[in-house]
């Protein structure tokens, strides 16, 4: 595991480390639940199959540089990223060799030379984004080959050049000098369903591209398709590597998974108490009144709100722990706070701490809870943390 010096050096420009004590509201990253995490999903896997840690988002939401290094010291091999400037903040963080995959689409000159200067390996989705590298690369005058990764759509209509063109397209990437196929991937559509008549039709797909390239004599050193949830649930879908998100981050993509392995959740959300107050029957709390008192009450305001990243639809919906107890929301929730019926702690001080998400005691609210509220998934509550948020690393 990290020492707190290395600790301290990869929270700069990701995490806040300084006075955390004393803030309204911040994240709590465990590192220790990360690497169990990692380690954990690398026992489901072969021994040549790679795990590739997605850490795009910001590490969805957790820090990049922080999780890029307790996943590679836990096992990963791979880094995946959406941008370039991602990629580039990894190398700045000093991870310096470890392979980088943009999964993104480059096209620009400047993208292209900071690819080149920054050592990060790009994702080639079309036969004009390729002669756009080609070229520029030629201009550059890069003389080795650099390694691109081909994606192909086999069912997600994102990016990627269509599987049926696979050896058309491949073919023409090869007969590029400046270019090296590093990898041949694509992405599954709906590998949290256990409905799995379209992944295996993506699978199917894919195996058909790699067949028609093995024709033409062409063979990828590398091929992946599995994100979380096709890793956890089939391992006919690992192949040369598997590319792991939500599940390092201690959550399931679906229900169905939760057995498959053990995961710890990796982020809890904390705030203080600033102000308790008591309030009579019949007394409007936050805008819009949309919660009136039916009884005198103990309410308690807490520092944390929408801009924080709490959805304001959640108003009125949620919980939070307190003490080990579920206390409820009430209230329309604010720019910066939120208000929450604490009748039943008469004694509750300011400076208290409330866990939003996360586990006191024996009790847990986690990001399911609030994704099924909304109708949405538990990748969205996460990456919507704000950075004014800190992060607060615990070991």
């Not at 955390?20 to 990253?29: C, G, K, L, N, T």
């Not at 639940?33 to 850490?55: I, Y």
């Not at 070229?135 to 599987?163: C, F, Q």
């Not at 981050?249 to 809890?268: C, D, E, F, I, K």
Request: charged fraction near 15%; aromatic fraction near 6%.
């Amino acid at each position: 595991m990290l020492d707190n010096q290395k600790v301290k050096d990869l929270l700069r420009g990701d995490c806040d480390i300084y006075a955390w004590h004393s803030q309204r509201a911040w994240i709590e990253v465990n590192g220790s639940a990360l690497s169990n995490n990692v380690k954990q999903l690398h026992k489901l896997l072969s021994p040549q199959t790679k795990l590739m840690a997605v850490v795009k988002a910001d590490a969805y939401g957790h820090g990049a540089n922080f999780v890029a290094s307790v996943a590679l010291e836990a096992g990963a091999s791979w880094l995946g990223v959406a941008t370039v400037p991602e990629g580039i903040q990894l190398r700045e963080s000093g991870i310096v060799d470890s392979p980088i995959l943009i999964l993104g689409a480059t096209h620009t000159s400047e993208q292209i030379r900071a690819i080149i200067e920054w050592n990060l390996q790009p994702t080639i989705c079309t036969s004009q984004q390729a002669l756009i590298f080609s070229t520029t690369l030629e201009i550059l005058g890069i003389s080795l080959p650099i390694p691109v990764h081909i994606k192909l759509d086999t069912g997600m209509s994102r990016l990627g050049a269509k599987w049926e063109e696979a050896a058309e397209f491949v073919q023409l990437v090869k007969s590029l000098p400046k270019l090296k196929v590093a990898s041949i991937y694509s992405h599954l559509a709906t590998s949290d369903s256990q409905d799995t008549i379209i992944m295996k039709q993506q699978q199917a797909r894919f195996e058909a591209a790699i067949t028609q390239l093995r024709i033409f004599g062409i063979t990828s050193p590398c091929s992946h398709l599995a994100n979380s949830a096709a890793m956890m649930g089939d391992s006919s879908l690992h192949y040369d590597m598997v590319r792991v998100g939500l599940a390092i981050y201690g959550l399931y993509p679906a229900p169905h998974l939760r057995n498959t392995v053990s995961l710890l959740p990796v982020m809890q959300l904390k705030a203080r108490v600033t102000q308790v107050k008591t309030i009579t029957a019949s007394t409007g709390v936050s805008y819009n009144h949309t919660f009136i008192a039916s009884h005198t009450m103990r309410i308690a305001v807490i520092g944390i709100g929408y801009a924080d990243g709490i959805p304001r639809s959640l108003s009125n919906k949620i919980q939070v722990l307190i003490r080990g107890q579920k206390i409820s929301q009430i209230g329309s929730i604010t720019m910066d706070q939120m208000m929450l019926d604490v009748s039943s702690i008469p004694d509750i001080q300011v400076g208290e701490i409330v866990t939003l998400l996360g586990k006191d005691g024996q009790v847990e609210i986690s990001a399911y809870e609030w994704a099924d509220e909304l109708n949405t998934i538990s990748w969205e509550i996460l990456c919507g943390f704000k950075h004014r948020l800190p992060r607060v690393v615990i070991m």
